[in-house]
């Protein structure tokens, strides 16, 4: 291991612990010193780091929570139980697999499609637990991934019987025991009521075993919050559908986790923003003021407690919700506080705009702030936020108008039934100056110069610039994660075939929590030579013999006797989810800061993260690669990982995917249907927060249609709002093989193609093909593309290129 992957490491152990929260706490941990421990759980000797698919990062070294707790000093005493355990799994994989590739046989599909992402249920398992000592530890593991989704069924999203058991079990025999739960996204618990301590590790990334072993003796502390609810699973709403083929109706509206459950009065087991540490805190003294549209609230935070510790204030709004109903609050602000030790204070300020919590009024085509009361709610939770000021609004201001540009929606919006809540007397009203808010009128007739460069390429020359840098051989070598020529497991790159005139290639590099490229590669005079096969590992199992014999003819590449062998090991982050659980911009910045520093030390310009599609259903596949279920707290973190990154030059990020995303069932072709409020208030809000507060340099539209009309093919979303609303100022791509290379079968929405999404002022369709090349320049010809679209993607993709790989 080098110096950079030490440093990186060490780094990644210290930030990992505020990425955790404790769910429960009897007082039993930490632990004073190390001694005989029992650990048990799937996740003991199998501790997930991260997500499959795209999310996977070729580390060095994944340290396990058996292994960070043995490293740690402790004794364990169930050695035959993990034995056991593992062959228990190894059994049941072997049976996962066979249904795999018999549910693909029945499709007519490969079984390494149908497997990507597939989640193999927790198998049951009857084994002694027989561990010495007076602490145990249960370890509930749980994966998901890209191409499939959750199932709200035993060993997935609910427990199984086994698991309810013996977790139950550990509880009354150990005098300390700790649920640790290595998990993506909730799972049931509403089982286990008698379970007094119980940890969310979540997914950590390189050193999640070490990082729970220091939870455990008090080396750390847990201070983040919940990022999205975590309710019993019977108890979240059913108000849209989920999981159909074709079309996924989102009539839930505005209505999605937290704003759900406080606006129909309901408490969830663990409301958004909550979280446990190992000490206690008070927020006292709250005072509000207001300075033009800008809202700010001061309180004090102490440490109430007997151990050092972090507190996350929070304050949210309660509109007036009179001519628009609203939901019954939302996130404004949130400040956390450095470290205080017992008895320390600190005194924060939470300031937010009044124009940001406006809502959209679909008839006006407008956001606007209601003639009335806006309730400042402050607290540890959304659930316990309490009511410490009003800004009151004399007439309706509106703050922003705009065309409407989601498409013809099909939905109608879930409206919850009225609810009045009497309010504390004697609140201090805070009279709100109307001129003191702006009015946007935003301009679609933006002016974009083409390079002069561009100008003189021919029609061929500039089809190739708005595709990817295809292999000729096509098939699975341009898959996932093996497009990239200048850097081994990169997952693309712009073309190459226009160096002469002025276009170096840009390399992208997947993985959300990480740089996903192969560990190792071979270069002699003649370039680079992979040598790992062109598949993730994860998929690789679902290969026939026959299928990875020809995966691997496709893969080989001929290497010189005088070849250098070069190693590119990544750093696994914390997965998004736990980022957003930190609630910690400079955390998410210096996170974004090591990914930089490895994009610079491999040779990648663009990052094809973050990942930041809103928890709207907590059965998507990916949730683990994004934020939060608010797009608030996702707009920032995303803006903190962009500024790390982006600091570095030569450096940009991806952000993705635009948008509506919220499921991985047939993904390509399904149509997300989308009211325009719903969608501005919650779905394009984040990405708006990141293109405004960083800049990122690229954004990829996501798979899915928005209201009929792929999304990379709709002019609305990539000119209208994100280049003209946003401001954005850089380079959209399309996701991966969202062209020609993409097969749709039996779907009712057949799938994207290259000349419609460059018509829509999409630049770049990944990772390319010859397809796609004669897709252009037929829509060209056709007229249905014309020169002048053309040549100003092309002059999007030069600019990067310059700024980029020069």
Same mark, same amino acid.
């Given at each position: ?99 795999? =590739? ?28 027989? *561990? ?73 990334? #390189? ?88 809202? %700010? ?11 050092? *510790? ?159 840098? !295809? ?29 002469? =005139? ?110 930041? @599609? #809103?928890?709207?259903? #907590? ?67 984040? !990405? ?23 999304? %990379? ?6 000119? @209208? ?46 990772? *390319? ?8 320049? @037929? ?6 593309? %014309? ?5 100003? @993607? ?13």
């Amino acid at each position: 291991m080098n110096r950079r992957e030490e440093e990186h490491r060490a780094l990644v152990r210290a930030l990992a612990p505020g990425c955790t929260l404790l769910l429960r706490s009897n007082g039993d941990f930490p632990l004073d010193r190390p001694g005989e421990l029992a650990l048990y759980g799937s996740g003991a000797r199998h501790t997930v780091m991260g997500g499959t698919g795209s999310g996977e990062v070729n580390t060095r070294t994944l340290v396990t929570a058996e292994a960070g707790l043995r490293a740690a000093g402790f004794t364990l005493t169930t050695d035959a139980w993990l034995d056991g355990y593992d062959e228990v799994l190894a059994a049941a994989r072997k049976r996962f697999i066979r249904q795999v =590739k018999a549910r693909a046989r029945k499709k007519r599909t490969l079984a390494v499609v149908e497997g990507m992402g597939a989640v193999m249920r927790e198998p049951d398992y009857d084994l002694p637990l027989d *561990g010495a000592g007076e602490t145990a530890v249960y370890v509930l593991s749980r994966i998901s991934g890209e191409g499939n989704d959750r199932l709200a069924e035993p060993g997935d999203i609910l427990l199984t019987d086994t698991e309810k058991r013996d977790i139950l079990a550990l509880q009354k025999r150990y005098r300390r025991f700790l649920l640790a739960l290595n998990v993506g996204g909730p799972v049931d618990l509403s089982d286990l009521g008698g379970v007094e301590n119980i940890l969310l590790l979540s997914q950590l990334g #390189i050193d999640t075993g070490t990082v729970l072993a220091d939870l455990l003796l008090g080396r750390a502390y847990p201070s983040g919050k919940l990022s999205t609810t975590w309710a019993d699973w019977e108890t979240y709403p059913r108000l849209g559908t989920f999981g159909d083929r074709d079309d996924t109706l989102y009539n839930e509206g505005v209505y999605v986790g937290y704003r759900y459950f406080s606006s129909v009065g309901q408490r969830p087991r663990f409301p958004f923003g909550f979280g446990l540490g190992y000490t206690t805190f008070a927020l006292t003294g709250a005072a509000a003021s207001l300075e033009g549209e800008t809202v %700010s609230v001061r309180v004090r935070a102490e440490n109430t407690g007997s151990r050092p *510790g972090r507190e996350t204030a929070q304050l949210y709004v309660s509109v007036p919700g009179k001519r628009l109903d609203a939901p019954a609050l939302s996130l404004a602000a949130w400040k956390k506080t450095r470290e205080l030790s017992p008895g320390e204070r600190e005194d924060l300020c939470l300031s937010f705009r009044l124009s940001d919590v406006a809502s959209y009024d679909e008839r006006e085509k407008a956001f606007f702030l209601e003639k009335g009361d806006y309730v400042l709610r402050l607290g540890a939770s959304s659930a316990d936020a309490v009511p410490v000021a009003l800004v009151r609004l004399g007439a309706d201001a509106v703050t922003r108008r705009v065309r409407k540009n989601g498409g013809r929606s099909i939905v109608t919006d879930f409206v919850p039934p009225p609810r009045r809540e009497d309010l504390p007397a004697g609140l201090p009203v805070l009279a709100a100056d109307l001129s003191a808010i702006p009015c946007e009128d935003v301009r679609y007739d933006r002016h974009e110069t083409v390079e002069s460069s561009v100008r003189a390429l021919t029609d061929e020359e500039l089809a190739l610039v708005n595709v990817g840098a !295809f292999d000729p051989r096509g098939g699975l070598y341009g898959f996932v994660g093996s497009a990239g020529k200048a850097v081994p497991g990169a997952a693309g790159e712009t073309t190459s075939a226009l160096k002469d =005139k002025g276009l170096a290639p840009l390399v992208m590099a997947d993985g959300p929590a990480g740089l996903r490229l192969n560990r190792r590669y071979a270069l002699d005079e003649k370039g680079t030579h992979s040598l790992e096969p062109p598949l993730p590992e994860s998929m690789s199992a679902f290969l026939s013999p026959a299928e990875k014999l020809v995966i691997g003819l496709l893969g080989r590449q001929r290497v010189s006797k005088d070849a250098r062998i070069v190693e590119q090991y990544a750093t696994a982050l914390p997965i998004g989810t736990a980022l957003a659980q930190s609630w910690d911009e400079e955390l998410a910045e210096s996170c974004g800061d090591l990914v930089g520093e490895e994009m610079a030390a491999f040779g990648v310009h663009l990052w094809l993260a973050p990942a930041m @599609n #809103i928890h709207r259903d #907590i059965r998507c596949g990916r949730n683990f690669e994004y934020f939060s279920e608010d797009p608030l707290l996702s707009g920032r973190v995303a803006a903190a990982l962009t500024r790390g990154v982006q600091r570095h030059p030569g450096r940009g990020v991806t952000l993705k995917h635009f948008c509506a995303n919220n499921q991985e069932t047939n993904r390509s072709a399904n149509c997300s249907h989308v009211s325009e409020r719903a969608l501005r208030e919650l779905y394009l809000r984040g !990405f708006g927060i990141c293109v405004r507060e960083a800049r990122p340099l690229a954004v990829m539209t996501s798979y899915n249609l928005l209201n009929g009309i792929h999304t %990379s093919e709709s002019q609305g979303l990539t000119e @209208n709002i994100l280049r003209c609303e946003f401001g954005f100022e850089g380079m959209v791509m399309t996701d991966w093989l969202t062209g020609a290379m993409m097969t749709v079968r039996d779907s009712l929405h057949g799938p994207a193609h290259a000349g419609r999404i460059a018509a829509a002022g999409g630049d770049l369709v990944m990772p *390319g093909s010859a397809r796609d090349v004669k897709d252009i320049l @037929n829509a060209l010809r056709s007229g249905r593309l %014309s020169r002048e679209q053309l040549e100003l @993607n092309a002059s999007r993709v030069f600019r990067l290129s310059r700024r980029l790989a020069r």
